[in-house]
């Protein structure tokens, strides 16, 4: 049972360049979250999902999008990188009911 | 606008002591509070949840106490070791316990000297 799984690690990209930083969790849980997290800032909610097919938007979205066509998976796209993207990314999933969340281990991305 | 603060950047403590950390908010009637452990380089880790109607709630050599009155949760740590040594953030559920999504805190840097 890996929880929440991220992938890349790491990234550097050129600005303007796009990707997709993949999300997956094993545990069945409907409700996912990514979240970024900026030196000396608390975690800011970028979207989230309630189930397969619906997502929405939290606090900080411009510059993202994000899928959810299946429970497993909840992938984060930045179309057009910009170096005010550059941060640590968290991918979370939480069990219905709320009461225990769980997180990835983040993926580093820096633009340069 | 609402706001959630973490009273120190930073508590250093001696081993043994009990560590004391704050988190206030503003502007919120959250459903439950949570308090998290996060290491460097490493995603934030669950550690306790306190609903609205509970006053406080202990497991193991941690203990979290929420004042709904005050907008305020306590989080202790007793017989602190070196291992405690990690930032620990507060949450609130600002979905009104709906779609849990979480406001947190910038987080304190607990260390505890040996």
């Known amino acids: 049972n890996a929880g929440v799984t991220q992938t890349p690690k790491f990234r550097i990209l050129k600005i303007g360049q796009s990707m997709t930083l993949q999300c997956t969790q094993d545990m069945n849980h409907n409700y996912m979250y990514w979240y970024r997290q900026d030196p000396g800032m608390g975690l800011k909610l970028i979207y989230y999902?309630?189930?397969?097919?619906?997502?929405d938007k939290g606090e900080v979205p411009n510059g993202y999008n994000v899928s959810r066509s299946t429970t497993e998976d909840f992938p984060l796209r930045l179309e057009l990188a910009a170096p005010s993207q550059t941060s640590v990314y968290f991918c979370?999933?939480?069990?219905?009911?709320?009461?225990?969340?769980?997180f990835g281990e983040g993926s580093w991305l820096t633009v340069v | 606008s609402q706001k959630i603060e973490q009273n120190s950047e930073a508590l250093n403590i001696q081993e043994g002591k009990t560590a004391t950390l704050t988190c206030n908010y503003t502007?919120?009637?959250?459903?439950?509070l949570q308090w998290y452990r996060q290491d460097p380089g490493r995603g934030p880790v669950f550690l306790l949840l306190?609903?609205?109607?509970?006053k406080e709630k202990r497991k193991e050599r941690l203990k979290v106490t929420f004042d709904t009155t005050l907008k305020q949760s306590l989080f202790h740590i007793t017989a602190s070791q070196p291992a405690d040594s990690a930032t620990y953030l507060c949450?609130?559920?600002?979905?009104?316990?709906?779609?849990?999504?979480?406001?947190f805190g910038k987080g304190t840097l607990l260390t505890v000297n040996p």
């Open positions: 502007n919120y009637s959250p459903a439950y």
């Open positions: 306190i609903r609205e109607n509970e």
């Open positions: 949450a609130l559920d600002i979905s009104g316990g709906s779609n849990y999504k979480l406001t």
């Open positions: 999902s309630v189930g397969a097919g619906i997502t």
């Open positions: 979370a999933a939480v069990s219905s009911g709320g009461n225990t969340i769980y």
